[in-house]
């Protein structure tokens, strides 16, 4: 990985500052003050890569007073430009994190993030050939873990030196290797029990054979019995038929006897039918001389009420229109009743408006708005001081807020550095003396006190604002309650204006209508109107004389109608009966004729019935012995079919012994040739496994690793030091364990590397992991061409610092980058290029000089 450009925004003591471009630079130290933000730096490029830094929490990262923050870095990684985005945003409730992967193709930028953050962390990680865990081992110093790698268990330095070099692929294979030997031993098994199996199947052969042998004279035997039942039933086949054919027959005749009986029955009651109208028709002819007489007499009535008629129908319509005539009067009459009615109703009706005359009220109701109105706008002015108040009240409480978070972490910083009894900065990490201590505390109770002043003041503030607020609220709720009544007040004035308008105009209309009563009620009290209604009455009256109409003779001749008006219908009567009667009596005796063919006809079917039960008692006997013989050939023939049944299964089953030994064949081929394939894979697993193949590139690397770090161990202590990597010894049971413990020879003899400590030890870290840096970039795959160096130099003395820039200066050639990051004045001029952080109240700022 070769870094290309830097940018950032909101991160930790950034806000937006320039980007840092790392092309053209080879050999630069990372320089300013404490706490500026040179490690952030570092912190950046790991974070948006693998999403970790110091920090445990995302959040944390994030500028104070900020809500997000983001990350973006180009990088070089086989001849390929990438670039990586990292967001991250407190906003909702857990807050939100987005990572963009984006790859240079031709002259612009691909996506080729993966669907989640998880995977596209893999992602880089393949692409880097490079994890956290061995970055931070290797490739950088990081400020207080210059030791990770030699303090970690001789177990846990062989597992990191392992990832250096790639074994974890041969982990892989031993997996792989595993997987496919137990897959071939479940297979063999499930071989070998399933070649048992088929063995005690086989065995059961020669008892089958002798089943089937059984099996066949059986159904030989079944075969005999059912052509012999066979033949028996034969004689006796047509039997059943026979029978039916003679029941449907009896069935036949019996059905048309009781049919040709139901007609014999129908024709006796079409006799008398017959019978009764010929009765009927001789009553009525008896009585044919009265009837006609009477009829006559019904004719002559019937001529006179059609004259009288005639003029009461002409006396009906003067009536009618007379009746029209009285009431065109009656009308007229009622109209001027109901005018005259109207014109009282009208004139009362005025004078109730006029009595109720509102001004007075309305006068006092306007006095009352005028008022309202007043206390309306002081209201609405009470209102926008309220707004205003509240905001106020909102500000001083935000400012509460934060001036107890700042207050917080002063204390807190205070109080580490008044307690602590480290040399060292708890905040900056650099040598602090008691005066520096104390001049610091002093300075934080300082502006701890000011905090507490801003603080006391905001809350006094915010206390005054809350009393005024209570009391516009109790005057706003009093202004409320008085124009609660406000609307309709307004509209009872409302009211009251448009009653005074009516009192003026019931004034002018009351006067017009007395004037236009008196008219009308002189003009109804001298019957002054409908006179040529009574004309038209007078000339009806002369008509209706005229007529002669006398209503007695009318009367009397309905009288007569009535009395005569049944001669009309028995004229009818007599007239159809002296028609029907020749036709009644031919019908009569039709249907006798019928009634006497039916009964020859019903005795000769009866005497059929009495042949054809005799024939009957015959069959049915017959019938009963050929249902006994189907019966005995059903069961013989189910006794054939079970014995060929047990035959098939014989024969299955030996079918079933020839395919299963075939199967036998095939297994014991299979089995033989899976049992090679598991010594196969069980060699492969032991070679692929810890004490193979990887134990034997450990031990490959292990010298190159020594000469590498021994090399820069050597130039640091002019060749007083040389360290020597151990990876068996021996158990106190007897036997080796494997293990990678470092051992230090010095002028006082050779040591393990836990007993030196200071500079000394610090220079054995920075040797071993300057070595795996190197080994990485030779051996690894991951083309590792930048080396990060965030410490160590306040650790040594001037001539120790001198041989660390030597050292570096001397790998130099082996990296595309080396950074060197430190706050030591007299270190900066040995290095050509100086990345400087300077710390502003917009944030932190970083220049290349």
């Given at each position: 990985?070769?870094?290309?450009?830097?940018?950032?925004?909101?991160?930790?003591?950034?806000?937006?500052?320039?980007?840092?471009?790392?092309?053209?630079?080879?050999?630069?130290?990372?320089?300013?003050?404490?706490?500026?933000?040179?490690?952030?730096?570092?912190?950046?490029i790991t974070w948006v890569l693998w999403g970790v830094a110091r920090s445990k929490r995302d959040d944390e990262l994030i500028h104070q007073?900020?809500?997000?923050?983001?990350?973006?870095?180009?990088?070089?990684?086989?001849?390929?430009?990438?670039?990586?985005?990292?967001?991250?945003?407190?906003?909702?409730?857990?807050?939100?994190?987005?990572?963009?992967?984006?790859?240079?193709?031709?002259?612009?930028?691909?996506?080729?993030?993966?669907?989640?953050?998880?995977?596209?962390?893999?992602?880089?990680?393949?692409?880097?050939?490079?994890?956290?865990?061995?970055?931070?081992?290797?490739?950088?110093?990081?400020?207080?873990?210059?030791?990770?790698?030699?303090?970690?268990?001789?177990?846990?330095?062989?597992?990191?030196?392992?990832?250096?070099?790639?074994?974890?692929?041969?982990?892989?294979?031993?997996?792989?290797?595993?997987?496919?030997?137990?897959?071939?031993?479940?297979?063999?098994?499930?071989?070998?029990?399933?070649?048992?199996?088929?063995?005690?199947?086989?065995?059961?052969?020669?008892?089958?054979?002798?089943?089937?042998?059984?099996?066949?004279?059986?159904?030989?035997?079944?075969?005999?019995?059912?052509?012999?039942?066979?033949?028996?039933?034969?004689?006796?086949?047509?039997?059943?038929?026979?029978?039916?054919?003679?029941?449907?027959?009896?069935?036949?005749?019996?059905?048309?006897?009781?049919?040709?009986?139901?007609?014999?029955?129908?024709?006796?009651?079409?006799?008398?039918?017959?019978?009764?109208?010929?009765?009927?028709?001789?009553?009525?002819?008896?009585?044919?001389?009265?009837?006609?007489?009477?009829?006559?007499?019904?004719?002559?009535?019937?001529?006179?009420?059609?004259?009288?008629?005639?003029?009461?129908?002409?006396?009906?319509?003067?009536?009618?229109?007379?009746?029209?005539?009285?009431?065109?009067?009656?009308?007229?009459?009622?109209?001027?009743?109901?005018?005259?009615?109207?014109?009282?109703?009208?004139?009362?009706?005025?004078?109730?408006?006029?009595?109720?005359?509102?001004?007075?009220?309305?006068?006092?109701?306007?006095?009352?708005?005028?008022?309202?109105?007043?206390?309306?706008?002081?209201?609405?002015?009470?209102?926008?001081?309220e707004t205003l108040i509240r905001e106020e009240i909102a500000d001083r409480k935000a400012r509460l807020d934060t001036l107890e978070l700042?207050?917080?972490?002063?204390?807190?910083?205070?109080?580490?550095?008044?307690?602590?009894?480290?040399?060292?900065?708890?905040?900056?990490?650099?040598?602090?003396?008691?005066?520096?201590?104390?001049?610091?505390?002093?300075?934080?109770?300082?502006?701890?006190?000011?905090?507490?002043?801003?603080?006391?003041?905001?809350?006094?503030?915010?206390?005054?604002?809350?009393?005024?607020?209570?009391?516009?609220?109790?005057?706003?709720?009093?202004?409320?309650?008085?124009?609660?009544?406000?609307?309709?007040?307004?509209?009872?004035?409302?009211?009251?204006?448009?009653?005074?308008?009516?009192?003026?105009?019931?004034?002018?209309?009351?006067?017009?209508?007395?004037?236009?009563?008196?008219?009308?009620?002189?003009?109804?009290?001298?019957?002054?109107?409908?006179?040529?209604?009574?004309?038209?009455?007078?000339?009806?009256?002369?008509?209706?004389?005229?007529?002669?109409?006398?209503?007695?003779?009318?009367?009397?001749?309905?009288?007569?109608?009535?009395?005569?008006?049944?001669?009309?219908?028995?004229?009818?009567?007599?007239?159809?009966?002296?028609?029907?009667?020749?036709?009644?009596?031919?019908?009569?005796?039709?249907?006798?004729?019928?009634?006497?063919?039916?009964?020859?006809?019903?005795?000769?079917?009866?005497?059929?019935?009495?042949?054809?039960?005799?024939?009957?008692?015959?069959?049915?006997?017959?019938?009963?012995?050929?249902?006994?013989?189907?019966?005995?050939?059903?069961?013989?023939?189910?006794?054939?079919?079970?014995?060929?049944?047990?035959?098939?299964?014989?024969?299955?089953?030996?079918?079933?012994?020839?395919?299963?030994?075939?199967?036998?064949?095939?297994?014991?081929?299979?089995?033989?040739?899976?049992?090679?394939?598991?010594?196969?894979?069980?060699?492969?697993?032991?070679?692929?496994?810890?004490?193979?193949?990887?134990?034997?590139?450990?031990?490959?690397?292990?010298?190159?690793?020594?000469?590498?770090?021994?090399?820069?161990?050597?130039?640091?202590?002019?060749?007083?030091?040389?360290?020597?990597?151990?990876?068996?010894?021996?158990?106190?049971?007897?036997?080796?364990?494997?293990?990678?413990?470092?051992?230090?020879?010095?002028?006082?003899?050779?040591?393990?590397?836990?007993?030196?400590?200071?500079?000394?030890?610090?220079?054995?870290?920075?040797?071993?992991?300057?070595?795996?840096?190197?080994?990485?970039?030779?051996?690894?795959?991951?083309?590792?061409?930048?080396?990060?160096?965030?410490?160590?130099?306040?650790?040594?003395?001037?001539?120790?610092?001198?041989?660390?820039?030597?050292?570096?200066?001397?790998?130099?050639?082996?990296f595309d980058l080396i950074l060197v990051i430190t706050h030591i004045d007299d270190l900066r001029d040995s290095f050509p290029v100086h990345?400087?952080?300077?710390?502003?109240?917009?944030?932190?700022?970083?220049?290349?000089?």
């Amino acid at each position: 990985m070769k870094p290309i450009r830097l940018e950032l925004k909101n991160f930790l003591p950034y806000q937006v500052p320039d980007p840092l471009r790392f092309d053209g630079i080879h050999l630069a130290c990372l320089t300013g003050s404490n706490g500026a933000g040179k490690s952030s730096v570092l912190d950046a490029i790991t974070w948006v890569l693998w999403g970790v830094a110091r920090s445990k929490r995302d959040d944390e990262l994030i500028h104070q007073g900020q809500t997000e923050m983001h990350v973006q870095f180009d990088f070089e990684q086989d001849d390929v430009l990438y670039r990586v985005i990292r967001r991250r945003s407190k906003k909702g409730k857990t807050g939100s994190t987005e990572l963009t992967l984006l790859a240079m193709n031709g002259e612009q930028w691909n996506l080729i993030s993966e669907p989640s953050i998880r995977q596209t962390e893999k992602k880089i990680v393949d692409i880097l050939h490079l994890s956290y865990d061995t970055f931070i081992h290797s490739a950088f110093l990081q400020q207080g873990r210059a030791d990770a790698f030699t303090t970690r268990t001789p177990a846990e330095r062989k597992a990191i030196l392992g990832e250096i070099l790639g074994l974890e692929q041969w982990q892989k294979y031993e997996a792989a290797a595993k997987e496919r030997y137990n897959v071939l031993e479940r297979e063999v098994d499930l071989n070998r029990r399933e070649i048992e199996s088929i063995e005690a199947e086989l065995a059961k052969r020669p008892s089958l054979e002798a089943d089937k042998a059984l099996a066949e004279a059986s159904v030989r035997e079944a075969e005999a019995a059912l052509a012999l039942a066979q033949q028996r039933l034969d004689v006796v086949r047509d039997a059943p038929e026979a029978l039916r054919r003679a029941q449907t027959d009896r069935k036949d005749r019996v059905d048309r006897e009781l049919d040709l009986k139901r007609q014999q029955d129908e024709a006796e009651q079409e006799m008398a039918r017959w019978a009764g109208e010929i009765d009927a028709c001789q009553q009525i002819v008896g009585q044919r001389a009265d009837i006609e007489g009477g009829y006559e007499s019904l004719q002559s009535a019937r001529e006179a009420d059609r004259s009288l008629r005639d003029k009461l129908d002409a006396l009906t319509d003067i009536d009618r229109q007379r009746a029209d005539l009285n009431g065109q009067l009656t009308a007229a009459r009622a109209r001027l009743d109901s005018e005259i009615t109207r014109l009282e109703r009208s004139i009362d009706d005025q004078q109730a408006v006029i009595d109720a005359d509102p001004s007075a009220e309305l006068e006092s109701v306007q006095a009352e708005l005028s008022a309202l109105h007043e206390a309306e706008a002081r209201r609405e002015d009470m209102q926008r001081e309220e707004t205003l108040i509240r905001e106020e009240i909102a500000d001083r409480k935000a400012r509460l807020d934060t001036l107890e978070l700042d207050g917080g972490k002063l204390r807190k910083r205070r109080d580490t550095l008044a307690e602590t009894d480290d040399a060292n900065c708890p905040t900056c990490g650099q040598p602090l003396t008691p005066e520096h201590r104390a001049e610091m505390v002093g300075q934080l109770d300082g502006e701890l006190v000011a905090h507490r002043a801003e603080w006391v003041e905001a809350k006094a503030r915010a206390a005054e604002l809350d009393d005024r607020l209570k009391r516009h609220g109790r005057e706003l709720k009093k202004l409320t309650a008085t124009l609660a009544g406000m609307a309709k007040l307004q509209e009872r004035a409302g009211h009251l204006s448009a009653s005074a308008e009516a009192v003026a105009q019931a004034a002018s209309r009351q006067a017009e209508d007395a004037q236009q009563l008196d008219a009308l009620i002189t003009q109804r009290d001298t019957g002054d109107y409908g006179h040529d209604v009574r004309e038209a009455l007078a000339a009806l009256d002369a008509e209706a004389a005229a007529l002669g109409y006398d209503k007695g003779a009318h009367d009397a001749t309905r009288r007569t109608l009535d009395d005569y008006r049944q001669y009309e219908r028995l004229k009818v009567r007599l007239e159809s009966a002296l028609e029907q009667l020749p036709k009644f009596e031919q019908s009569r005796a039709n249907a006798e004729a019928r009634r006497d063919r039916l009964a020859t006809n019903i005795a000769a079917l009866a005497a059929e019935i009495e042949q054809i039960d005799i024939q009957l008692a015959g069959l049915e006997e017959r019938a009963r012995e050929y249902a006994e013989r189907e019966a005995e050939r059903r069961i013989q023939d189910n006794v054939r079919i079970q014995a060929t049944g047990r035959l098939a299964k014989i024969e299955q089953q030996l079918d079933t012994l020839d395919s299963r030994l075939e199967r036998r064949a095939y297994l014991d081929e299979k089995l033989a040739a899976d049992q090679h394939e598991m010594g196969l894979y069980a060699e492969l697993r032991t070679a692929f496994g810890r004490n193979g193949v990887p134990a034997m590139i450990i031990e490959s690397a292990i010298p190159e690793l020594e000469e590498l770090a021994n090399d820069l161990l050597r130039r640091m202590t002019e060749g007083r030091m040389a360290l020597r990597l151990i990876t068996q010894k021996d158990k106190v049971t007897g036997g080796v364990i494997e293990t990678l413990d470092i051992e230090i020879a010095d002028e006082l003899g050779t040591r393990s590397y836990e007993t030196f400590s200071g500079g000394e030890a610090f220079r054995i870290n920075f040797a071993l992991r300057v070595a795996l840096s190197k080994l990485l970039a030779r051996r690894a795959g991951a083309q590792l061409r930048t080396l990060f160096i965030d410490e160590g130099f306040g650790t040594q003395d001037e001539s120790g610092r001198a041989r660390l820039v030597e050292a570096i200066n001397a790998i130099q050639h082996e990296f595309d980058l080396i950074l060197v990051i430190t706050h030591i004045d007299d270190l900066r001029d040995s290095f050509p290029v100086h990345i400087v952080v300077d710390k502003t109240p917009t944030g932190s700022r970083i220049s290349i000089r």
